[in-house]
């Protein structure tokens, strides 16, 4: 008979999102998760004292929801993953001490993981194992990299990165002059589909031949945002209305065209048949859409996770616990630190 797959359970608190989640193998049993968003929203941007409290208060009812949610009890898992990093120091510690507490308790192995490789793992919950190697496109709030995947197991090996502000918070910073709240992404994606893309031919940040040369696969989004500032501030200056729509389309089509090419180029370069987009950003609809429109005319594969499992949440850590254990990965001792800035070539801690 065969074995069982192990039960992994997954805890995520690096940002604003205190996530719980369960998986057998690379099937999704329950995926439970609170938010402080709402508390960050007036600031503009999350403020780590008030996301670390609100962890504290939501992560003892958020794995009760979790372990409901998958009708198993905690003696039932088999071992526990838990970010360690990159994310908010006061954050991570929630999560790491939570997790360090069930695992003392239940005498599980403990996997310290790295929340970058959890965003790219946790696309084989809904489209099975990565061929390797891949490219992954991370985006997020904070983060934007290209990296090669060889062997997930063993690291991921960065590409190029993002040498000033992440795709994200450059969504988030437009929609704030624009007025549209926080977070930005959801709100431009939605008002960008009325709007029309070729409208205002904002700046693609490191895509000049003299800046390939050292930045290929680099990002800049900072030029861009202070062009769409200029850009709103001489039409106030003028009295004239703002046109949102065709400058929330606008900015989103030049974060994409930039993000799409270079993952493409990257993908082409190495040989990869595979672009797995992960993190908050990959829930925007445009992104994704030409992400597949311009991977089809090279042949290339683009795997895009279900918008929900692209932000933060517990599911992406149990995803690459789960492949760890599977791999047979040792776990991590029980005193390990949570590291705010851990290198994207430690997968586990
Ligand atoms: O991965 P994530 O939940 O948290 C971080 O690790 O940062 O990403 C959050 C970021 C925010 O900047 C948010 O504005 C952006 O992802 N985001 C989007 C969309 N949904 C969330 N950006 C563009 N389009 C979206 N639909
Ligand atoms: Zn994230």
């Known amino acids: 008979m065969p074995t069982e797959e192990p039960l992994v359970l997954g805890i995520e608190t690096s940002c604003d999102e205190t996530g719980v989640g369960i998986v057998r193998g690379h099937t999704l049993l329950a995926d439970a998760l609170a938010s402080s968003v709402d508390q960050h929203a007036r600031f503009g941007g999350v403020v780590p004292e008030v996301a670390s409290r609100a962890h504290l208060e939501a992560i003892v009812p958020t794995m009760r929801r979790a372990l409901d949610e998958a009708k198993v009890t905690l003696a039932d898992i088999d071992a526990i993953a ?3 990093g990159p994310g908010l120091a006061g954050a991570l510690l929630v999560g790491v001490a939570a997790a360090k507490g069930y695992a003392l308790a239940t005498d599980k192995p403990i996997y310290g993981i790295n929340h970058l490789a959890a965003h790219v793992a946790v696309d084989t919950l809904e489209h099975g194992p990565l061929p390797e190697p891949a490219i992954a496109l991370l985006v997020s709030g904070g983060h934007s990299s290209l990296l090669l995947v060889d062997d997930m197991t063993a690291g991921v090996t960065p590409l190029g990165a993002t040498i000033d502000d992440a795709a994200g918070e450059a969504f988030d910073k437009v929609a704030r002059l624009l007025g549209l709240g926080f977070p930005g992404g959801p709100v431009i994606d939605r008002r960008a ?3 029309d893309a070729g409208a205002i031919a904002f700046p693609r940040g490191l895509t000049a031949p003299k800046d390939l040369a050292a930045h290929r696969y680099d990002f800049s989004f900072s030029g861009l945002k202070t062009a769409v500032a200029r850009w709103v501030e001489a039409r106030q ?13 606008s900015f989103q089509e030049a974060v994409c065209d930039v993000l799409t090419a270079k993952a493409i180029a990257a993908c082409r370069a190495n040989g990869v048949e595979t672009l ?3 993190g908050g950003v990959a829930a ?7 992400a597949s429109l311009r991977a089809e005319k090279h042949g290339i594969r683009v795997r895009v996770p279900r918008p929900n499992l692209c932000t933060d949440n517990g599911a992406m850590v149990a995803a690459l616990g789960s492949h760890l254990v599977a791999a047979g990965v040792a776990p991590s001792r029980l005193d390990l630190p949570a590291d705010s800035a851990m290198p994207l070539t430690v997968v586990t801690a």
Do not use: E, M, Q, Y
């Open 284 to 290: 925007n609809s445009r992104l994704r859409a030409l």
């Open 82 to 84: 838990v970010t360690a």
């Open 193 to 195: 589909r009325d709007g």
């Open 276 to 278: 797995v987009i992960g």
């Open 237 to 249: 200056r003028a009295g004239d209305t703002i046109p949102v729509a065709d400058v929330a389309a």
